[in-house]
């Protein structure tokens, strides 16, 4: 561990004791050689690996950049969103870290169990309300739980728009279906799971013009646990280099099959000047590049595939295929 790295003054007086005498060699030995104790919460007992929590990271960070563009054009002003830590911890602990009285979204995410909270710090949901109704984005000193409902409408309406945004940075995980199920402003009314259940806490750092603030998810992990697996970097590398199956690849050659390109049957080509042009008559006669004893060049999306001879079916113009064309690319 980084602890247990020693700095550069720290080896020069370790060396200089041990020269005057002051520090013994073998009682440091004995001390090295003793059974080294650490304490242990079984509370705080984690349930993430570093790898699924970076993978979570990963998914907000794209998240983050969503709601950056998300908040932009809804607010109409300058926004920027960024992930400043994952952490898990128990959800009691989550409950008093956040304000007695704050904005609480509480979703679920079908097909998934249980349910996952954002947190809006106070100033950031005054900043969003007073863009909405067409001031600075000042936060103000209102207290949140004295939201009216004109105001609890247009934050619910806000909010939901940024189930949106989750479902797709999660897609490259899971397909999820969020959906706000209510809005809660007191935390401690909130008893979404047992207080010693693990939490990964995704803080978000939100700018909103010259107000900055916190949106904490909280997402438990009996809530990720169908899934877990999934969060991982071996799960990623697999699903890069996953192979098209069968049906996948029936799809694609149905939908090519049914698309539709020109086919043109050129009977040749001339180059002549504008003069000519503009006083060509009625009568008159162009001299084309191709004998009528050479076969026809047919195109197919514009590049020459087939030679063919001309003739009539049904008193309509035909043509008959007679070779696959080689030659080049176009005409």
Known sequence: MAGDVLSQNEIDALLSALSTGEMDAQQLKD????????????????????????????IYENYARLLTTLLSAQLRTITQVSVVSADQIPYEEFVRSVPSMTVLNVMSVEPLDGRIIMEVNPNIAYAMLDRILGGKG????????????????????LLDKTLDIMEEAWSSVAVINPEMEELEVNPQFLQVISPNEIVVVISLSVQI????????????????????????????????????????VEQIRTQVQGATVPVVAMLGQTDISIEDFLSLDKGDIIRLDRGVNQPLIVQVGGVPKFSAQPGQLKRKLAIQILDQFKGGTSL
Request: with cysteine.
């Open 31 to 58: 001390e090295n050689t003793k059974n080294r104790v650490r304490s242990y919460d079984f509370k705080r007992a984690l349930r993430f690996s570093k790898d699924q929590i970076r993978s979570l990271t990963r």
């Open 209 to 248: 013009g010259e107000e900055t603030g916190m949106i904490n998810l909280c997402i438990p992990h009996v809530t990720l646990e169908p899934i877990i697996s999934k969060l991982s970097v071996h799960y990623w590398m697999q699903s890069s280099k996953k192979e098209p199956n069968e049906l996948e």
């Open 138 to 157: 000042e936060a103000g000193n209102k207290k949140i739980d004295n939201l009216t409902e004109i105001e609890t409408k247009l934050l619910r309406n």
